[in-house]
C-alpha cells in the first residue's frame, strides 16, 4: 500500500514538472517545441540540418509547416539568408556545412535552456546555439558558442551574430528607436521592402536602442496586434539585420557588430556571444512593453537592489559644473536635505586638476585645492545630515593633460602614424589592456574603500575612434572592442561584488549606451542631458516603453532649452514618472521654491512605490497627441498613478485629436473593484474606468497633474 502511493506520488510529480516543461521533445528526436505562456516556437531537424519551423501565438502555430530557414544559417553553399557566422579555415575554406549532432536540456538561472550542437562535416568547427525560455515573460534568450576542436590551426571567424528568428510571409513594418545627442529614443517606423534594412552601431554609444518591434502593415493600435520584438544585451557594437525575402518571410538576425572586427580561434578554444532576446506578443506595444519591463526588473537589474526602493537623489552637476568645494556642497546638502532628498551626489568636477573638461580625467584623486581634508570629512558632514554621498565618475576615459597620460600614453587607443581623435578633449582607455584594467580596478577600489560612498555616477562620453592596440598579438588586434567590453563588464561586476551596498548610475552623455547588459549591472540610468520638461515627455515615453521607471532617473533643473520658463511644479511632475532628482543651484531658491519643493518631494515619496514598481501603461502617448498620459499600477491593482501633461491646447474641433472624444480609459484595474480618484467625485467600478473612462481632467498648455486612484 505504501509503495503504491510513492509510485502514485512519484507519477504525479513527474506528470506537475512535465506540464511545467517548456521544452518538448518529438519522440523521433527530430522536432522541437519550446513554449512560453502564449508563444510557441517549433524546430525541427530535415536532412540533418537543424530548421526553424516557425514561431508565434500557441494555438495557431502548432501545426508545424514548412520550415522557414535554417536555424544557424551559416556563410556556405546558396547564400538564401543572413548568415550568423561566417568564417575562414586554416586552409582558405570559406563555407561552413553544418550538420546536427545532438541536443541536451540545461538549466541556466533557474530556466530550461535547449543546447542543440551542431558540427562541420569536415573541419573542427562545433556550434552550440541556445535558446533559453522564459515562460512567464513571453520571451527567449538565445546565444551562440563557437568552438575550435582541432589540434592545429586557427578558425577565423569574420561574423558572427547572437540569433535569429523568420517571421510568416507577410508586409511588414519595423519600429526602432533612434537618437542623438539631447533627443534620445526617438521611435521611427519604416516599412520592410525586399532586401535588408539594418539597424547598427559601430561606436560604444548610441542614443537609440537595439529593441525593435516588427508589425504586420498598418498595425498600430496599442493595446492589440501581433508584434515579435526583440533586444540585443550588449553596450558595444551591435547590428540587426532583417532581411525581407521577395516571396517570403522576415529574417530578425542580430547581435555584436563584425565590422572592423574579427575573432581568430585557436585551437581548443572557444568563444560565446552576448544574448539577443526575441518576444511575441498579440497585445501591441503594451504587450512589449510589458514583458520587456517586467524581465529588466525581475531577472535583470543587479540582485542586490532589484527590490529596492530608489532614493530621490541631488545632483550638484547643473548648478556647479566644474566649480566645485567643501562649502558649497555642504550649503546644497543642508537645502537637499531640507527639502527631502535621500542621496547627495556630487558631479564633475571633484578630482585631480579639473578645473574645466581639458583636464584631469584619469587621475582618479581628490584635488586637495578645492578639498583640502579631502573627502571623507565632508562626507561625514552630509552623512550627518541624514543623506547618503555619491559621486561621479569617468573610468573609461583620460584626458591628455593628465599625470595618467603623460605617464602612459601608450594605454589610449591609438593607431601609429595616426592623429588621436580628441572628442570632448579626452581619449579613451584601451580597457582591453589588463594593466589599463588593473589601474582602474585600483582606483576605484581605493576610492571606495577610504570614503563612505554610496553611489556611483559611471559616465562615458566619447565616442569611439582610433581603434588601434599595436602592441596586441596581430591576431588580436581587431578583437580589441570585444575585449574592451569584456573588462568593462568585468570592472563593474568587480566593484559591485567588493561593495555591495553602492548603487551605481549608468551615464553616457545622458542616455548614449542604454541597453539591457548595462541595466543588468547598473541600477538606473541618467536617461538624457536634456532636462526641458516639453522634451523629456517625448523622452520619457519612449523610454518607458521599452524600459522599467525605477531605471529612469530624472532631474529637474534651471536649463531651459526652449525659453520657455517653465514652472517648477511641471518640471516636478515630469520627473515623478521615474527617479526623481533635483539638480538646481537650491542654495539660490526662494523660500516659495522650497516648499514646492518640499511638497512635491513629499508627495513622490507617497506615490513612487507604485510608480517605480507597479505596471506602467502609456494611456496617450505625445507622439500621436497633443498630451501626454501614463498609468502605473501596483501589483495589487488597489493603487494607481496618473500623470498628465497636456502640450499644447488647440481650438475644439481644430485638429484630429480634438474632434475625437475627451474619454480616457484608464488600464490594469480590477473590472469588479471600486475606486476613488483623487479630487473626483463619486466612486467608479473597475469597469467603468476601462471601458468607459473619465473625462481628462486637465485644461491648458504646458500644464500637469498626477493624480492617485484608490480601491475602496
Ligand atoms: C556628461 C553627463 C552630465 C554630467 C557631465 C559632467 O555630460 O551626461 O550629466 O555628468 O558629463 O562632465
Redesign the pocket.
Known amino acids: 500500500m505504501r509503495r503504491t502511493s510513492i509510485i502514485l506520488m512519484l507519477c504525479l510529480i513527474t506528470v506537475a514538472v512535465f506540464s511545467q516543461n517548456s521544452i518538448r521533445v518529438g519522440d523521433d528526436g527530430r522536432s522541437m517545441t519550446i513554449t512560453t505562456r502564449s508563444t510557441a516556437y517549433h524546430l525541427s531537424m530535415v536532412n540533418n540540418e537543424v530548421r526553424m519551423v516557425n514561431y508565434g501565438n500557441k494555438i495557431l502555430v502548432e501545426r508545424a509547416g514548412r520550415p522557414l530557414g535554417a536555424e544557424i544559417p551559416v556563410r556556405g553553399g546558396f547564400a538564401n539568408a543572413t548568415p550568423l557566422l561566417e568564417v575562414i579555415f586554416p586552409d582558405g575554406v570559406r563555407d561552413i556545412e553544418l550538420e546536427y549532432k545532438s541536443y541536451g536540456i540545461i538549466n541556466t538561472d533557474g530556466y530550461q535552456t535547449l543546447q542543440i550542437t551542431q558540427c562541420d562535416k569536415y573541419y573542427p568547427l562545433e556550434v552550440i546555439s541556445y535558446i533559453k525560455v522564459l515562460p512567464e515573460y513571453d520571451l527567449i534568450e538565445k546565444w551562440i558558442e563557437v568552438r575550435n576542436t582541432g589540434k592545429k590551426g586557427i578558425i577565423k571567424i569574420e561574423n558572427l551574430l547572437s540569433g535569429s528568428i523568420y517571421l510568416p510571409k507577410d508586409a511588414y513594418e519595423l519600429t526602432h528607436y533612434a537618437g542623438v545627442w539631447g533627443n534620445e529614443f526617438t521611435p521611427q517606423t519604416t516599412k520592410l521592402t525586399p532586401g535588408i534594412k539594418t539597424v547598427q552601431v559601430k561606436d560604444f554609444k548610441s542614443y537609440g536602442s537595439s529593441s525593435f518591434l516588427v508589425r504586420p502593415e498598418g498595425e498600430t493600435d496599442n493595446y492589440t496586434g501581433k508584434v515579435w520584438f526583440g533586444s540585443i544585451k550588449y553596450s558595444g557594437n551591435w547590428r540587426i539585420d532583417f532581411e525581407k525575402f521577395f516571396n517570403g518571410p522576415v529574417q530578425v538576425a542580430g547581435g555584436m557588430n563584425f565590422w572592423d572586427q574579427e575573432l581568430n580561434l585557436k585551437p581548443g578554444n572557444s568563444f560565446t556571444t552576448p544574448r539577443i532576446v526575441f518576444g511575441y506578443t498579440e497585445l501591441g506595444t503594451e504587450g512589449v512593453t510589458h514583458a520587456l519591463t517586467s524581465y529588466i526588473r525581475e531577472q535583470l537589474l543587479p540582485s542586490s537592489h532589484r527590490d529596492k526602493i530608489r532614493p530621490v537623489l541631488y545632483n550638484s552637476?547643473y548648478a556647479t559644473t566644474f566649480d566645485v568645494n567643501e562649502e558649497h556642497q555642504l550649503a546644497l546638502a543642508k537645502v537637499a536635505k531640507d527639502i527631502g532628498v535621500e542621496m547627495f551626489v556630487i558631479?564633475?568636477g571633484w578630482f585631480k586638476g579639473r578645473v574645466n573638461?581639458k583636464a584631469g580625467l584619469g587621475d582618479w584623486t581628490v584635488d586637495t585645492n578645492k578639498f583640502p581634508n579631502g573627502l571623507q570629512p565632508m562626507i561625514e558632514k552630509i552623512n550627518a545630515l541624514g543623506l547618503d554621498f555619491g559621486i561621479?565618475i569617468e573610468p573609461e576615459m583620460v584626458n591628455p593633460n593628465s599625470d595618467l597620460y603623460r605617464a602612459h600614453p601608450d594605454w589610449v587607443f591609438h593607431f601609429p602614424n595616426r592623429r588621436r581623435h580628441e572628442g570632448r578633449n579626452q581619449l579613451i582607455l584601451n580597457l582591453a589592456r589588463e594593466d589599463v584594467f588593473q589601474y582602474l580596478y585600483q582606483s576605484f577600489h581605493k576610492l571606495l574603500k577610504e570614503n563612505n560612498i554610496k553611489f556611483i555616477?559611471w559616465?562615458m562620453?566619447k565616442q569611439m575612434s582610433d581603434p588601434g592596440f599595436p602592441s596586441a598579438p596581430a591576431d588580436e588586434q581587431r578583437a580589441v572592442r570585444i575585449r574592451y567590453m569584456e573588462n568593462l563588464y568585468r570592472l563593474v561586476e568587480t566593484l559591485r561584488k567588493e561593495f555591495p551596498e553602492v548603487w551605481f548610475e549608468n551615464?553616457s552623455?545622458?542616455g548614449g549606451r542604454i541597453d539591457m547588459a548595462m541595466n543588468s549591472r547598473y541600477d538606473f540610468n541618467?536617461t538624457s542631458?536634456n532636462t526641458d520638461p516639453i522634451d523629456r515627455i517625448f523622452i520619457q515615453d519612449s523610454y518607458l516603453t521599452l524600459f522599467p521607471a525605477n531605471t529612469m532617473i530624472s532631474w529637474i533643473t534651471h536649463e531651459d532649452w526652449h525659453r520657455q520658463n517653465h514652472p517648477l511644479e511641471f518640471k516636478f511632475d515630469v520627473c515623478m514618472a521615474g527617479v526623481l532628482g533635483i539638480g538646481y543651484d537650491i542654495t539660490k531658491w526662494t523660500d516659495a521654491e522650497k516648499d514646492v519643493a518640499r511638497e512635491k518631494i513629499a508627495r513622490y515619496r507617497e506615490i513612487r512605490k507604485t510608480v517605480q514598481t507597479g505596471t506602467p501603461y502609456r494611456l496617450v502617448s505625445p507622439y500621436d497627441n497633443n498630451r501626454s498620459i501614463l498609468q502605473f499600477v501596483n501589483r495589487e491593482k488597489s493603487e494607481s498613478i496618473v500623470f498628465i501633461y497636456n502640450l499644447a491646447e488647440y481650438p475644439g474641433n481644430s485638429i484630429p485629436e480634438n474632434r475625437r472624444s475627451t474619454l480616457v480609459q484608464l488600464r490594469g484595474l480590477t473590472s469588479g473593484s471600486r475606486y476613488k480618484l483623487e479630487g473626483i467625485e463619486g466612486v467608479y467600478s473597475g469597469d467603468f474606468l476601462m471601458k468607459t473612462g473619465i473625462e481628462i481632467p486637465l485644461r491648458g498648455a504646458y500644464k500637469s497633474r498626477i493624480f492617485t486612484i484608490k480601491e475602496v
Open positions: 552637476w558631479d564633475d573638461d561621479w555616477k559616465d562620453n551615464c552623455s545622458g541618467w542631458d
